[in-house]
């Protein structure tokens, strides 16, 4: 979803467009539109509101690089995405926002977070957003784990105690394996 309301924004679709369809959430800030669209944490923010002023639910993916983990710096680069995606939203919005956290290094590769990692780091967003916007207010935010779901860890992950579902991407696209996800037994 483009942020601005009309124009000549070629491949780019308005949220007027998705409502008018009868769109519900709005998928913004997800790695691969970050990486080849040069999304921005900014052009993520502004999508967010508009989002909202055409009554959408963003999900707002946040996540970090292979090479960032390993430096030692993926808290300060998730947080940092969250407190700028988040800025200038009302505490009623922030609580209607889903994210979703995807640590790029492990979509499409097979790989996943630990569920202690995904975890630890959702736990993360949580108090960056209680720091900022305060208890109550994060603790209504859903925020998914959303990099290489798939059935065979799907128990794992969803039942930890801060993960509050998925963001399924090609797994999504197996029928089965989508419905083995979905009605994994807890």
């Not at 769109?23 to 921005?40: C, D, K, L, M, Q």
């Not at 603790?139 to 801060?162: C, M, R």
Request: aromatic fraction near 6%.
């Amino acid at each position: 979803m483009h942020f601005e309301p009309n124009g000549a924004y070629t491949g780019e679709v308005s949220a007027k467009m998705l409502k008018s369809i009868g769109v519900e959430y709005v998928i913004i800030g997800h790695s691969e539109r970050r990486e080849y669209f040069a999304e921005t944490d900014e052009t993520v923010n502004k999508k967010i509101k508009t989002a909202f002023e055409n009554e959408l639910k963003p999900i707002v993916c946040v996540g970090e690089k292979l090479e960032q983990r390993e430096a030692g710096i993926a808290e300060s680069i998730v947080t940092k995405q969250t407190k700028l995606a988040l800025e200038g939203l009302t505490n009623e919005q922030i609580k209607n926002t889903i994210i979703a956290y995807e640590p790029i290094w492990a979509i499409g590769t097979g790989k996943t977070a630990t569920s202690e990692d995904a975890n630890n780091m959702i736990k993360t967003i949580r108090n960056e957003i209680a720091s900022i916007y305060g208890k109550d207010v994060a603790d209504e935010v859903i925020i998914q784990y959303g990099g290489s779901v798939k059935s065979g860890n799907a128990k794992e992950l969803f039942t930890t105690s801060d993960i509050d579902g998925g963001l399924v991407g090609g797994a999504s696209l197996k029928p089965d394996e989508f419905a083995k996800i979905v009605n994994f037994d807890k």
